[in-house]
């Protein structure tokens, strides 16, 4: 009986997770989107600092004054030699997603983030020449091609988007990398991770957003009516971008890495669904085939990684490669920004 009990608990908690999780993270989405199109805010650098801002100032209450956390204590001179450069890629993925959203639907966007698996294999073969076993290759061919036909048929297509979107995969995924060498010593969660570097993207960002987007945002204070609520949207999704890395720690400990798989492609799912209904961009129908496409090949890719993770006999490295995962963690799907991405 207890037994019983014990285990319905722990299902009720994954699902609890998963829920708030999808929540957090398609609310963000839409505030995002919503800012940039019915706000008229099309400021993507200026929001993209503002959710730092909030998510440095949020880190800092979990870990420093709530004691939620235990700070994790990183030495002076790795903060500038690893979390910065860190903290640069992190900079510029945030942004690109910004960016994106900025010029194309969010159903499109999503999509093409869905592309992060493949270009982050693509980049360790080509790179550090990593070896992968020909299920891995052959798992990304769904997604490719759902990529493809989703861009080929959709009706809001910008390239400027599209690209922004497209490039933000190739820094999630150079994010994803950097991670296993920059960061090897450091175990961190996702609180640690947006209190280290929250502060540094704020100060590599804040000079360009004043330069380029200075004027633009006196001149829209200047001429848009509501001010006042206005910036209590905009900060309102500063402060759930941060809600949201506290809810992937909580779902990436409550659930198992084939359950966090499925969930992260559901979650796109949803995202493009509730996006759909609330901004009613055009969507054919071989568009929707092709994003689903692109999220089962998602799943597959999910799944062969972590069946081989499993295997008793993993497929050898090459020499080149700089080293071989030690343990399950470093072997869960890289799938929906790895863990720590989709944050701030």
């Known amino acids: 009986m207890e037994e019983s009990l014990l285990c319905q608990w722990s299902v009720f908690r994954s699902l609890l997770a998963i829920v708030q999780w999808w929540a957090f993270n398609v609310t963000v989405i839409i505030m995002n989107k919503w800012i940039f199109q019915k706000l008229d805010f099309k400021f993507p650098l200026t929001v993209s600092c503002v959710h730092f801002i909030c998510s440095a100032v949020g880190a800092s209450l979990v870990i420093k004054v709530l004691k939620l956390k235990p700070l994790?204590?990183?030495?002076?001179?790795?903060?500038?030699?690893?979390?910065?450069?860190?903290?640069?890629?992190?900079?510029?993925?945030?942004?690109?997603?910004?960016?994106?959203?900025?010029?194309?639907p969010v159903s499109f966007m999503q999509t093409i983030k869905s592309f992060t698996p493949a270009t982050t294999v693509v980049l360790q073969w080509l790179v550090w020449s990593k070896y992968f076993d020909w299920r891995i290759w052959t798992s990304l061919i769904p997604i490719v091609g759902g990529i493809l036909l989703t861009s080929i048929t959709e009706l809001s297509f910008n390239m400027f988007g599209f690209c922004a979107a497209l490039f933000g995969c190739l820094a999630t995924s150079t994010k994803?990398?950097?991670?296993?060498?920059?960061?090897?010593?450091?175990?961190?969660?996702?609180?640690n991770t947006v209190y280290y570097m929250a502060p540094f993207a704020t100060m590599i960002l804040a000079v360009p957003a004043m330069l380029l987007e200075g004027s633009g945002v006196i001149l829209w204070f200047q001429t848009h009516d509501s001010i006042v609520s206005s910036l209590i949207i905009i900060f309102s999704s500063g402060v759930l971008a941060f809600?949201?890395?506290?809810?992937?720690?909580?779902?990436?400990?409550?659930?198992?890495?084939?359950?966090?798989?499925?969930?992260?492609?559901?979650?796109?799912?949803?995202?493009?669904l509730v996006s759909w209904l609330i901004f009613r961009n055009p969507i054919s129908g071989l568009n929707a085939v092709g994003c689903a496409i692109t999220l089962m090949g998602c799943t597959f890719y999910g799944y062969v990684r972590h069946k081989l993770s499993q295997s008793h006999?993993?497929?050898?490295?090459?020499?080149?490669?700089?080293?071989?995962?030690?343990?399950?963690?470093?072997?869960?799907?890289?799938?929906?920004?790895?863990?720590?991405?989709?944050?701030?």
């Open 72 to 104: 994790i204590m990183v030495d002076p001179e790795d903060r500038w030699r690893r979390i910065f450069p860190m903290s640069f890629v992190f900079c510029i993925n945030i942004v690109l997603g910004n960016v994106s959203l900025r010029y194309i």
């Open 313 to 344: 006999h993993p497929p050898p490295s090459t020499p080149r490669t700089p080293r071989t995962p030690r343990s399950r963690v470093e072997l869960l799907p890289l799938v929906n920004n790895d863990k720590l991405d989709d944050k701030v």
């Open 243 to 272: 809600c949201l890395n506290f809810s992937i720690f909580y779902v990436i400990h409550s659930t198992t890495a084939v359950t966090f798989n499925v969930a992260g492609n559901l979650k796109v799912a949803v995202a493009v």
């Open 176 to 191: 994803t990398i950097l991670a296993e060498s920059l960061l090897h010593g450091y175990k961190f969660d996702s609180i």
